[in-house]
């Protein structure tokens, strides 16, 4: 054992001793989660529960405000991230093709949403939000969510349009293509992977999205995050588990996706200057 433990070395050692700590940090409150939705009845300080049922999940999807607040949390998503994509994607490529007075800084002021307190930033958002009657409507939850989004689906798309060469661009304008025919066919296509990253993200930001939604849209829009909330505190912990996967689910499915479609390499290109 000595000799197989020093034929590895003590670097490789401390390298796996850190990946199995990360790997219990990360999946352990997933793992307890799990095992918490499928759990009959489980009493300390038993290691497994005596029981295994789905009577939380049967309780769960049968709570009216809860269902109802998983539609509205997909579709408010879904709003924003197409209403982000018709707005932004030009105004990336804008950035990434125009060279105008202070673009760098209208680059850069898409970073202000994320550089301050939200809570501060969203009750003076509600206060102007008040005096124009967008206080609980649809359009003021989700206009509260795209301020939220804006600076993934502006700053990864423009890193997107950079990394396409302009010579493959200017190829096709010799052979005769109209500037939309070469934005269609050669551009848009060659930065979709990183436009689809920036919409997962824009996507699951948006549905994950509380504080604005509280502020903007109650009592009328009860989002996911925001009956997770009188969950952890009115049911059982059981219950709460269920409702963090169904929550949780489609983030690790997209991040997942989004792996696939981008490397590390082009997203972090997505938040540079240049």
Known sequence: MRWYLKAIGPRKIVEFIILVVFVIFFLGPLL?????????????????????????????????DIAKSIGLSFMIASIVTALSI????????AFA???????????FSFLLTHAFPKMGLYVS???????????????GVVLIH?????MF????????????HTAQEESARDVGATPFRVFR??????????????????FLNS???????????????????????????????YAGAVFSIILTAPTIILLLAAQRFVSADIMSSGFQLK
């Open 97 to 107: 093709r125009i060279r105008f007075p202070l673009s760098r800084f209208f680059l």
């Open 125 to 139: 958002i509600a206060v102007l939000f008040y005096k124009l009657g967008l206080m609980n409507t649809l359009i």
């Open 207 to 237: 549905l994950d999205e509380a504080q604005g939604t509280f502020l903007v849209g109650i009592p009328n829009y009860k989002t996911m995050p925001i009956v997770m909330y009188s969950i952890i505190s009115d049911y059982p912990a």
């Open 185 to 202: 066919s050669i551009t848009l296509p060659m930065a979709m992977p990183g436009i689809i990253v920036a919409s997962i993200f824009t």
């Open 146 to 150: 795209m301020i939220n989004v804006l």
């Open 86 to 93: 018709v707005l932004c994607i030009p105004a990336a490529y």
């Open 32 to 64: 307890n989660l799990a095992i918490l939705a499928f759990t009959g009845k489980w009493t300390y300080p038993d290691i497994l529960p005596h029981e295994w049922s789905l009577k939380w999940w049967t309780f769960v999807l049968k709570q009216e």
């Open 153 to 164: 689906m502006t700053w990864i798309p423009t890193a997107a349009f950079r990394n396409v």
